[in-house]
């Protein structure tokens, strides 16, 4: 047995409790994050407020939170004449600011995960929700190999625990970062897939046959579903139980629905309501929970307050 084989049960062992939704608690606190790169405005102009975020995340039980880093590619800064070094300073800067907040309860071990979008999420057209990219597999690659290189390369204070690639649409992206991971056997990484249904995973791929996929990467620690609706998890989590034996990691939306002809949110989420469901989830095999889209620190209070500790 490897040392990475033995040190990588111990990084999750514990961990339950994931933190929810970026964008709209920054919007909460008053951060302008309209326009395709917010992350990149609000990471430079008001760092605070994403710390804010962060700690209101951790206080409401969070042991891993995500770094604000979602939409920060090289690719995407380049559609808008942003330099790559721009982008690149972006990603070790989110890192540094989820580890500020972290530090600040050194009482508690707190994982930083850092949030890596899909090729889609850099298109700024929703086109992770379908997958049916224009580009290459070779591009997949490349995309996903900056972003992983930078993290690989990053001093101490900035290197975060684990990489999460979320709102995944497609196995060809998943076995993509697959290759672009395979020089980095030592990092630590999650796998989550965005599912339209039960059974499938937004391209249409089984999600079964994802997760059986990503399984055998030696740097897969985790792997579950993200931005999905909630109704869809109990069948969803029997999906990735019978694929594989990684610990199960689920953070879908608030169970509001998007009205795509309105361009709005419609319906209600009770954070006492999510909890109740995450007490189902964890029965039904998750090990770690949070949320996604619409998701705020006190449906995360009730994610904690049902986690099996
Ligand atoms: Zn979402």
Redesign the pocket.
């Known amino acids: 047995m490897s040392p990475l084989d033995t040190q990588r049960p111990v990084l999750l062992h514990d961990i339950r409790v994931l933190d929810g939704?970026m964008a709209s608690e920054l919007e909460y606190l008053g951060a302008n994050i309209n326009g395709p790169l917010w992350s990149a405005h609000v990471l430079e102009d008001a760092p605070e407020k994403i710390v804010a975020v962060h700690r209101a995340y951790i206080e409401a039980g969070a042991d891993i939170i995500e770094t604000a880093s979602y939409q920060v590619s090289r690719m995407g800064y380049a559609e808008f004449g942003l330099d790559p070094g721009r982008a690149d300073a972006a990603l070790l800067r989110s890192v540094a600011l989820a580890r500020e907040a972290a530090d600040a309860l050194p009482s508690r071990r707190i994982l930083i995960a850092a949030s890596l979008g899909p090729y889609g999420a850099a298109l700024h057209n929703g086109a992770e929700y379908h997958g049916n990219y224009t580009c290459t597999f070779n591009d997949l690659i490349e995309f996903h190999r900056q972003r992983i290189n930078v993290l690989a390369a990053a001093p101490p204070a900035q290197t975060p625990d684990l990489l999460a690639f979320e709102?995944l649409p497609s196995l060809a992206e998943a076995e993509a970062i697959g290759q672009a991971l395979a020089p980095h056997p030592e990092l630590a990484v999650w796998f989550t897939f965005t599912c339209p249904d039960r059974e499938h995973v937004a391209h249409g791929e089984s999600l079964r046959q994802c997760a059986t996929a990503v399984a055998a990467f030696p740097q897969t620690v985790a792997i579950g579903v993200?931005?999905t609706h909630p109704a869809l998890l109990p069948a969803l989590i029997a999906e990735l139980r019978a694929a594989s034996d990684k610990p199960i990691i689920v953070y879908p939306?608030s169970g509001e629905d998007w009205d795509a002809q309105a361009r709005c949110w419609t319906g209600t989420s009770e954070p006492e309501a999510y909890g109740v469901k995450a007490a189902q989830w964890f029965a039904a095999g998750a090990q770690i929970i949070g949320g996604?889209?619409r998701t705020r620190p006190a449906h995360i209070h009730e994610v904690n307050q049902v986690a099996p500790h």
């Open positions: 939704g709102t993200n931005c939306n996604c889209c």
